[in-house]
């Protein structure tokens, strides 16, 4: 019997939210270090910055900034707000700072500085696809630039208006799509609409008992249009598939018209349009509903850690987990370096917790375990009861294999919820004179080891260019059969120049991917931040196919342009 589409009759109304206009995430809420005894120490033998004196920066002060003026025509608009509403049709100062660009250190550096170039002129919410296909209508009749905004938490440089950008910008927040649809419990299907935030989305689908599993570090802020947008992964992409896996049905806003693909399993319909727009940044039109795959709620949830004694041994493990036949949530391994840094963020053992770490410790050294070499990994195991004991089994044993140990949930569980404030800690950096910041690539497993060596290397000698103690630590996600991404971190204390001490150690580090034979971004996209590599990635023939794409489906340059490609 076929069971009935589920409708949802839930209405998210009234003013979209934004993070904060100078750092992430929303006023009030930061990192704290007071509880976490090992984090100052270990901030200072990292990048030798000394957390009792450094001096730490006030709250950027707005009216200060020197803010671009909007150079949109009051009638233009005139003909926006007719569309809108003139309260969803906004020119100040502060909402077009807010909608100029996204959360990369790049950006929270040069928005802190006032260092605004170019701002959008209009910011327009619309409430529907219609009122979407109105305002790109009016948009491309006067020649004007549009820039679809979800959460605004890119750090690719997908967002900002180009600098020398003549013509009338207008961002295009989708906040008022935050819809879950309509979900076809009999195919496990979902319509949801593009402007919808992870946590909204999630809640939407839990009430009648399902799942999108799509987990991105910036979840909290994000939306499931930016993550199809800059073909996003998840945190549990190992059982659920990255967003490219999840969505089967998409519905783009161009001139004229809307692209519709049709949610079905699997089609051989010619090179697929569905995969041209997920990782398109906007190019190609404006994603305003998506149709993707859901799960029943699982039954049981669990992440447990496991210690191994270097990073050979648990990146031979992940390899045989991804090649085996078992299908855990979550893979993870840190390096040592970000192994050390997960110990040092963590807060201050007392009683019985704190004899067991030392008596595990002791254990370790007994094992002849040099300490500082010692990875941490986080596996996870979702679905029946039974299910979820029989693939920790599997794991178990292969962990032994491979000369690991169990240590249980309770740092699991800690990592589960503590999973998406790490970006408070680059903006507590930030706020000391320092730069915190991430680059990920994907390789296959034959070339991981040396992936990893090659960035070490190269951000060591950029490092020593810019005359200033640095730090690098990574660690393996996103496992696939042929191979996995590698998730760097890097961090130094800023000197005279901190945008060009950080494009010199950027630039080693994204170099180092290709050089090493691994790809220029896994899931955090293209933007201007990575496209300078982007022909050594995907060869000239490929740029030019993209660049033809692009060329002709929009031929006047009015969605989003001059990223990824020029």
Known sequence: MTEPAIRTDAMHTG?????????????????HHEDKPGFAPFVQKAVGLDLRTAERTGRPDFSQLKVPASTAPEEFVTVLSGIVGAGNTVVDDLSRVVHTYGKSLRDLVRVRAGEIARTPDVVVYPADEAEVQRLVDAAVEADAVLIPFGGGSNIAGSLEPHPDESRVVVSLDLGHLNRVLEIDAHSGLARIQAGALGPDLEAQLNRSGWTMGHYPDSFTHSTLGGWVATRSSGMQSDKYGDIADIVKGLRVVRAGGVLVIRAVPSASTGPSVREMVVGSEGRLGVITEVTVQVH???EKRAIHAYFFENLDHGLAAMQEIAESDVSPSVTRISDAHETAFSLATSKESKGLQKKAQAALMAYLRRRGWNLDEVCLSFIGFEGGEAHAKRQKSLVD???RR??????GKGPGALYDQKKFDTPYIRDFLLDRGAAGDVSETAGPWSKLR???AAVYEAADRAYEMIG????????LSHSYHSGACLYFTFAFVFGADPLGEYDTVKRAIQQAFVDAGGTISHHHGVGLEHAPWLEEDISTQGVAIMSGLFDAADPGGNFNPRKIVV
Do not use: A, C, Q
């Not at 003013?15 to 930061?30: A, S, T």
């Not at 200033?468 to 660690?475: D, V, Y």
């Open 402 to 407: 491979h000369h690991g140990i169990g240590v």
């Open 450 to 452: 040396g992936i990893h």
């Open 468 to 475: 200033h103690k640095g730090w690098t630590m990574s660690h």
């Open 397 to 399: 044993r292969i962990v």
């Open 15 to 31: 003013e979209v939210k934004h993070m904060k206009w100078w750092g992430w995430g929303v006023e009030g809420v930061g990192f």
């Open 296 to 298: 029943r709620l699982p």
